[in-house]
């Protein structure tokens, strides 16, 4: 990941939170990120370095932002395919809404909730080959709706309350 930016929606979108991971390689994220699992910064990028791409368990690094609703944007440098996750909601690694990616060449995309451990699909759409390397991904939650933007063009749009209490959100993926 090359960058993750979190703003308010409530103040015109102000940013509160921004990580470029310009920095110098690193074998943790360090604070204000709280990471469950093995995450690295390596030639000013985010990585997620206990990723097999398992299904056996959730790796996450999260920042708390103090609200619900927000406006995140996700950078890609790789395809942000599953296994990895785009963490819109996060309470703990067995209860989060998050966003993710087919791993096939057809792009399908994911609004997935787990809770108590479980992932369901609560929505998903196709959206072609032409999102992955370089993607912006621009995510608006604002408690109740979540909308996901890719590229300019909004994928998918669903309702949903699940989790709308939590303020941490990041990134994440199969350990």
């Not at 995309?109 to 787990?114: A, E, F, G, N």
Request: proline residues 3%; contains cysteine.
């Amino acid at each position: 990941m090359r960058s993750l930016t979190i703003s308010d929606p409530a103040f015109l979108n102000p940013t509160i939170f921004r990580d470029t991971f310009e920095r110098a390689d690193a074998s943790t994220w360090s604070s204000p990120w709280t990471e469950s699992g093995s995450f690295a910064i390596a030639s000013n990028e985010g990585k997620i370095t206990s990723d097999s791409g398992g299904s056996v368990s959730i790796v996450a690094a999260t920042v708390d932002v103090g609200i619900v609703a927000k406006v995140m944007l996700w950078v890609f440098s790789t395809a942000a395919r599953g296994p990895t996750y785009c963490i819109i909601r996060y309470t703990d690694t067995n209860n989060m809404l998050f966003f993710s990616g087919s791993n096939s060449a057809g792009s399908d995309v994911y609004l997935i909730s787990r809770a108590s451990g479980t992932a369901t699909v609560i929505a998903s759409a196709s959206v072609g080959p032409a999102w992955g390397n370089n993607s912006l991904i621009r995510v608006e939650d604002t408690g109740s709706n979540v909308n996901i933007v890719i590229d300019g063009v909004q994928r998918l749009s669903h309702a949903t309350t699940l989790h709308n209490t939590a303020t941490r959100c990041g990134i994440g993926g199969n350990a």
